[in-house]
């Protein structure tokens, strides 16, 4: 961490934050949001095809992961789009400022906390969901769903720094939310659609390298291709395995990519909080 940061003042912040989300049980109820749709999709996922109980834990995540893509995004953007503007709305802001506390310290704590309170509620949520299957899991189905769970926190903390961006940019809470709600559109609706248009448009001659490069620009799909090449059966489900360039199936690069995400958007932040 940089020597210019008080890290006891980051810590006094990012507490407050976390504080402030428990005390209003929000960490509780996203769990229990998660928990449900968890238990939900491994025991009834294959209902449709006529057979109900857990399936394996490849079919679980593969129909986890839509779900995540459409949660996670907006439960995030929610979470943090009014960090900053609220605090000048209310006031609070000024004081906070007026203290020996500089405004990187204010930044990182907020955003420490608010991903303190996403990733708590991810893990207790998943975690709870998946434990009346716990004796039909094996140790690498265990490790397989951890993985996942956590891609999940990563997915948030990107969309929680474009949200806190969000919030330092707009000049009042009812301006920041309409943005915040028309990132998720764009991100979870919109861009896919608009990527599988330009396919179609240019008739196959879009070369996989800028497919896999444009899929870059959007970290709900950089989730979904964690979770897709982590195992066979779900690239079978999804069919990208032939179109993707093989360095971006890669978890290393993808996880990177993803830090990424989480990165530029709080730099920005800073750069902008005046």
Same mark, same amino acid.
């Given at each position: 961490m940089p020597k210019f940061l008080d890290c006891a003042q980051v810590r006094i912040i990012a507490g407050k934050e976390f504080r402030d989300r428990i005390r209003n049980l929000w960490v509780l109820s996203v769990a229990l949001i998660f928990s449900l749709f968890a238990l939900a999709i491994a $025991?009834?996922?294959? %209902? !449709? !095809?006529?057979t109900v109980g857990f399936r394996g834990i490849d079919v679980t995540i593969a129909s986890l992961v839509s779900l995540v893509i459409y949660l996670v995004p907006l439960i995030a953007l929610i979470l943090g789009y009014d960090a900053v503007v609220g605090e000048r709305e209310r006031g609070s802001m000024e004081l906070l400022l007026s203290m020996p506390i500089t405004r990187s310290e204010i930044l990182l704590g907020k955003y420490i906390g608010l991903s303190g309170a996403l990733a708590v509620s991810t893990l207790a949520g998943f975690g709870a969901g998946l434990l009346p299957m716990a004796s039909q899991l094996s140790t690498a189905d265990? $490790?397989? $769903? %951890?993985g996942f769970v956590l891609s999940a926190i990563l997915m948030g903390m990107a969309f929680l720094s474009l949200s806190l961006l969000v919030s330092v940019l707009s000049s009042d809470r009812m301006r920041a939310s309409g943005i915040a709600i028309a990132l998720w559109f764009f991100f979870v609706l919109i861009f896919d659609l608009v990527l599988t248009g330009a396919l179609?448009?240019?008739d196959g001659s879009l070369g996989s390298g800028v497919f896999g490069a444009l899929l870059m620009l959007n970290p709900a799909d950089i989730f979904r291709l964690l979770n897709i090449f982590s195992s066979e059966q779900v690239q079978s489900m999804y069919g990208l395995a032939t179109v993707m360039p093989a360095r971006l199936t890669d978890p290393a690069i993808l996880t990177a990519i993803m830090c990424g995400w989480i990165t530029a958007p709080f730099l920005i932040a800073r750069w902008r909080f005046k």
């Open positions: $025991y009834f996922g294959t %209902a !449709q !095809q006529g265990v $490790y397989h $769903y %951890a179609v448009v240019s």
